[in-house]
């Protein structure tokens, strides 16, 4: 082999190993910054033992808190009922390990990310302290992430900007308002529903009764020569799953009378549910209290005209 050759091949050698020297600092570059980029803010497990949540937005402030395992809202000073499953969902954000890139982590940093005094702030405690500490600041340009960063830290991340519904939404979003209440034991169904009667309303000598006869509904109270079994179930199925669309509190209750209407839904295990209603308000709202409950909520005009049907309703046409 002459110089010359070896000389080439020498080199190539070289070129080889050089080559090889920088794709793996590429990769070691990338591999490090994959792995920075997921992340998870909270242990699914530590979540598991959550008793409160506060949230801070906009100038709206509330606390979810959890009493003998059930979530309740305290929103000025008054409680009410949450919905379990928006607080799974909101929860899920934070223990579900995904892409959070790593956008800064210097002080400075943090006032063009939203992330300063402005910033909303989710803080979760368990069972004795607090196990995370949130601010969430301005959405990016393709209003697709969110930034993010755990108060006292400096590191901001960006991700999920799914949470921006949960801090921009009403207090009301997360009230659990159904007036019959979803229940362990599942009797809240059309299924295990045995007699739905409705007194008084617009006639108020009227009674409508529904009472179960196998597949069937019987129709007495009312004049229906040929009931029609959709209307009729589609009916029940709406009382049992009719939501109001916010509380009143205690006080403004008080000045109500809930004479207007009655309805009675009777279960195959024997329980026993009233619907107590209101007459219209002068925005044309009607208010509801239901057996064993302390709530008083507000129904609005399309959800009482479905809650107080006339007997045309259930006649076949």
Not at 19 to 44: E, K, M, P, Q
Not at 242 to 266: H, L
Not at 289 to 309: D, K
């Amino acid at each position: 082999m002459t110089y010359k050759n070896k000389l080439i091949c020498l080199l190539s050698l070289i070129g080889v190993l050089v080559l090889s020297y920088i794709g793996s600092f590429i990769f070691d570059y990338n591999w490090d910054n994959a792995r920075s980029a997921t992340f998870v803010w909270l242990d699914s497990k530590i979540a598991q033992n959550t008793s409160k949540i506060v949230i801070k937005s906009f100038g709206q402030e509330f606390e979810i808190e959890k009493i003998n395992s059930q979530w309740y809202i305290t929103f000025e000073n008054n409680v009410y009922p949450a919905r379990q499953s928006r607080i799974d969902d909101f929860l899920r954000i934070f223990t579900t390990r995904s892409q959070w890139p790593l956008r800064a982590s210097s002080v400075s940093s943090h006032e063009n990310f939203g992330l300063d005094q402005s910033a909303c702030r989710v803080t979760i405690y368990g069972e004795h302290s607090v196990i995370l500490d949130l601010l969430i600041g301005d959405d990016d340009f393709m209003g697709k992430e969110s930034y993010f960063r755990k108060a006292g830290h400096n590191e901001v991340r960006s991700g999920d900007s799914s949470i921006r519904a949960y801090l921009t939404g009403a207090v009301t979003s997360w009230y659990n308002l159904r007036l019959i209440p979803e229940s362990d034991g599942g009797f809240a169904d059309l299924s295990n529903v045995q007699r739905l009667t409705v007194y008084g309303g617009a006639a108020p000598d009227e009674v409508q009764r529904f009472t179960r006869n196998n597949r069937r509904w019987d129709v007495s109270g009312i004049s229906v020569q040929s009931p029609d079994l959709s209307n009729i179930e589609s009916y029940i199925d709406f009382v049992l799953n009719a939501e109001g669309e916010d509380f009143i509190d205690p006080a403004s209750a008080a000045e109500i009378s809930f004479d207007y209407a009655r309805i009675v839904v009777e279960f195959g295990n024997g329980t026993v549910i009233t619907i107590r209603i209101s007459d219209y308000d002068e925005v044309h709202k009607r208010y509801a209290r239901v057996s064993n409950s302390t709530y008083t909520y507000v129904i609005p005009l399309w959800a009482s005209l479905r809650l107080l049907r006339n007997a045309d309703f259930f006649e076949t046409e």
